[in-house]
């Protein structure tokens, strides 16, 4: 990382945006002289004010800082490549949910917790097809009913259980696990 790339591709995309420093300063809540700071390689912004930029301009941190010379954000890369769900033979809801039973047992994967009777756990996709998820066993997971209720479309399994080892809810046994 150098602050000179990082100048000049906060620059570049400023104006391909056709953004004066003003808007761009207007639109992450800095000031247009700190802005001329960095494009002007004397200043490194502070992490929320880099995230800020990378929304506006729409790329990555990594491409500003110059640790990848894509400048499109991960959704542009995925939005522009056709996805076909993998060629094999359909499983039916009810299979992937005994298959999953076999492979992990009878334990809820955001919640680690241990259940005597399986009807407690319910079906549910990781990444949610709305976001481009696939109908398949290994998009699948086995959550209990609190579990998918706070996942629902908001997150995948592994922020799930960051947030459910912020509230407290992992079992015991899996709270030094980390993800």
Known sequence: MSLEIFAERLHKLRIGKKLSQMQLADRTD???????????????PRVTTLLSLCDVLETTPNYLLGYDDNAKTDAQRVAKQPFCEPKCRKMSGAKMYEFLLVQQGQRCQGCDREFDDSRYLELHHNTPRSDGGINHVANRILLCGPCNRLK??????????????????????QTTDTD
């Open 152 to 173: 629902s479309n908001i997150y995948t399994l592994s922020g799930l259980r960051r947030e459910n080892k912020k509230r407290g809810y992992m079992s015991h046994a």
């Open 30 to 44: 800095i000031s247009q002289v700190q802005l001329s700071s960095y494009e002007n390689s004397r200043q490194m």
